[in-house]
């Protein structure tokens, strides 16, 4: 079926066939081994943020295709994220495939690779990519910004078909690599200390890490370079990913509380709050319309909210919630000129790093804790874990320091009474450079500096 935008699709195909693969950074996500092409083949399904290397990624796979002896012919891409492609529509799909063995029939027998770039975009995609499972001698590669993309949360009629897998930002040791530090696989596994001079070239990339963050294409910026675009990678989000999505009326309220979030990282944020406060500004906007405005903040990955540890199924409506920026260089890219938070910058990327390790983890499973005891009120900054699950419990705070003792004992009393009170045997404090253990009533409380902690 030939659509409205054949032209275009024609274009594309042959800008792709002409320019070839681009050479990549090597992403640690794993794919898996590659299917070789077939009816019924799970799809591979790749889910973040926009910018965070997902196009990369794919290209990452199609060089480890040609590697295994398939021909740059048995590729098809599709970048479906093109404004000539407007109003999206359904019939595209079919033409990208048809055009596509038009120009080499020979893989429509033979079995070819399909990697659909922001599938979402495009009405219907989930029955099309089902007919393409069933029907077509293919491995298929697809990308999304959405979390809805998620298996558990795919339409009913792909469901069973898939294997998602989120991609965030560049990790601290992607970072590391990116820019040519060499680190010995000891230090990286925990087999081998660090020498004085690894411990200095790591503590000072730490340290870019939480001002630049893992955006690839911000990387050797100016400061003010990248600001600019973190930005309007943020902001073009919320115009197509939320605001044309879902119809939203009030554009401005949006960008607004999309500041507001960011800017809040790792700290509690108020939806009540910021609703008077924008009234008092005459920015009309209901407490409801700013909830799902969050809500659709996260579901396309610039940030996430962590709610206190509980063991009920039901979610508590009452309980506040921390957010969180997808990277510590968006954070820092909507706080205040004059704020330098380095709290605030290193907890976001120990949130980032717990929730890049723990892919498409059930909801709970990353959370604060606030709780008393002894008639004293703790807070812990993560419990790690899930509890319906019996699975072990993890503890970790951040401090930035811990030469002030007052700071010392408020953070280590609060992973004492949790660790009795929920039973933890693993707690930790990442710091920006100390190390050592403290000897408890408990158990052992780990300090570890954030350089070695975010290698994991």
């Known amino acids: ?45 790749v889910v973040g943020v926009r910018r965070c290397g997902k196009t990369y990624r794919l290209y990452q796979e199609m060089h480890r295709i040609l590697e295994l002896g398939y021909d740059f012919e048995s590729i098809l891409y599709f970048n479906f994220d093109d404004e000539r492609l407007k109003p999206y529509d359904s019939s595209v799909l079919n033409d990208v495939v048809e055009t596509y063995y038009s120009m080499h029939p020979a893989s429509k027998t033979n079995g070819a690779f399909f990697f659909f770039d922001e599938i979402q975009e495009i009405p219907d995609w989930g029955a099309f990519m089902r007919r393409m499972v069933d029907t077509q001698v293919a491995t298929i590669y697809v990308t999304g910004s959405s979390s809805k993309m998620l298996s558990l949360n795919l339409a009913t009629e792909f469901r069973g078909r898939a294997l998602s897998r989120e991609m965030f930002p560049m990790s601290f040791s992607e970072y590391v690599r990116f820019h040519g530090h060499q680190v010995a696989g000891g230090v990286l596994s925990g087999d081998k200390e660090a020498s004085s001079a690894e411990r200095a070239r790591l503590r000072k990339a730490c340290g870019s890490y939480l001002e630049g963050g893992g955006f690839i294409a911000a990387q050797n910026l100016s400061r003010a370079d990248a600001t600019q675009l973190l930005q309007e990678y943020a902001n073009r989000t919320v115009n197509y990913d939320i605001i044309e999505r879902y119809g939203i009326g009030n554009p401005l309220a949006a960008s607004l509380f999309l500041s507001r979030c960011m800017a809040t990282s790792a700290r509690e944020l108020s939806v009540n709050k910021v609703y008077n406060e924008f009234r008092s500004r005459g920015i009309s906007i209901g407490r409801e319309s700013l909830s799902r405005l969050l809500g659709y903040y996260e579901e396309a990955y610039l940030l996430f909210s962590v709610k206190n540890y509980s063991t009920a199924l039901a979610d508590n409506a009452r309980s506040a919630a921390k957010v969180y920026a997808a990277d510590p260089a968006l954070f820092a890219s909507f706080s205040p000129s004059s704020s330098v938070d380095s709290g605030q910058r290193l907890e976001t990327a120990v949130f980032d790093r717990l929730r890049r390790v723990s892919p498409s983890m059930r909801q709970g499973a990353i959370s604060r804790c606030l709780f008393e005891d002894g008639g004293k009120r703790h807070e812990i900054d993560f419990v790690v874990g899930d509890a319906l699950l019996l699975e072990p419990l ?25 660790m009795r009170k929920l039973h933890a045997q693993d707690a930790v404090i990442v710091t920006s450079d100390e190390e050592g253990e403290i000897e408890t009533s408990e158990g052992v409380i780990k300090i570890a500096p954030a350089w070695k902690w975010l290698l994991g």
């Open 1 to 45: 079926m030939i659509s409205q935008f054949h032209s275009v699709v024609v274009d594309k195909l042959a800008e792709f066939y002409d320019q070839g693969i681009p050479d990549v950074f090597k992403r640690d996500i794993s794919l898996g081994e590659v299917q070789k092409p077939a009816r019924s083949n799970l799809v591979q399904v």
């Open 394 to 418: 993890h503890l970790i705070q951040v401090s930035v320091s811990l030469n002030d003792q007052k700071t010392k004992k408020r953070e280590v009393a609060a992973l004492v009474a949790g």
